[in-house]
């Protein structure tokens, strides 16, 4: 009896934490988001330009990472796009960044990047040029 009790038991801990992890990684809300505080800004345009731009190039326009401007991420679901910067993409050099951004964060610089509107560093060195697309 004491045996079934403690099996029940730890069958109930397990689904427990089989349910806890079947939650989607990411619960985004819709509509956008209230926006980092102006330091926290600040900080995230500048891993935008020095770490994503490592890769994403300068103006964003793609170099080892596929190009992160308004035209390449236009109808591209935000939530997946989201999940690729909070996870990183699996067998890419795409990083998961889910160490430094909060969800909320990600979904922030999602909406400001398929805006054509990404953080900038400081109005005098940009991280990316206001209309880099349409710039010769
Ligand atoms: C070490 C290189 C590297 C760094 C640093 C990096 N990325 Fe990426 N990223 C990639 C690569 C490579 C891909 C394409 C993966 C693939 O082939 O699917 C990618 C894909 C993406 C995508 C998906 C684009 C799409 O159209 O599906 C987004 C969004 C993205 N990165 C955002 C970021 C952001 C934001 C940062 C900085 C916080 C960042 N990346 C930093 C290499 C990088």
Same mark, same amino acid.
């Given at each position: 009896?004491?045996?079934?009790?403690?099996?029940?038991?730890?069958?109930?801990?397990?689904?427990?934490?089989?349910?806890?992890?079947?939650?989607?990684?990411?619960?985004?809300?819709?509509?956008?988001?209230?926006?980092?505080?102006?330091?926290?800004?600040?900080?995230?345009?500048?891993?935008?330009?020095?770490?994503?731009?490592?890769?994403?190039? $300068?103006?964003?326009?793609? /170099?080892?990472?596929? #190009?992160?401007?308004?035209?390449? %991420?236009?109808?591209?679901? =935000? @939530?997946? *796009?989201?999940?690729?910067? $909070?996870?990183?993409?699996? /067998?890419?050099?795409? #990083?998961?960044?889910?160490?430094? %951004?909060?969800?909320?964060? =990600? @979904?922030? *610089?999602?909406?400001?990047?398929?805006?054509?509107?990404?953080?900038?560093?400081? #109005?005098?060195?940009?991280?990316?040029?206001?209309?880099?697309?349409?710039?010769?």
């Amino acid at each position: 009896m004491r045996n079934g009790l403690q099996r029940l038991l730890f069958l109930l801990a397990l689904a427990w934490v089989l349910v806890l992890h079947a939650r989607p990684l990411t619960r985004l809300e819709s509509g956008p988001v209230p926006a980092p505080l102006p330091a926290r800004q600040m900080q995230i345009a500048h891993w935008l330009r020095d770490d994503c731009g490592a890769c994403h190039g $300068l103006t964003l326009k793609g /170099g080892l990472g596929l #190009p992160l401007t308004r035209e390449a %991420l236009a109808g591209k679901p =935000a @939530q997946s *796009l989201v999940q690729t910067v $909070l996870q990183g993409r699996p /067998g890419t050099a795409m #990083p998961p960044w889910a160490p430094f %951004l909060s969800e909320r964060e =990600a @979904q922030w *610089l999602i909406e400001q990047l398929q805006a054509g509107t990404p953080p900038a560093v400081s #109005p005098d060195s940009p991280a990316v040029p206001a209309s880099s697309s349409t710039t010769p």
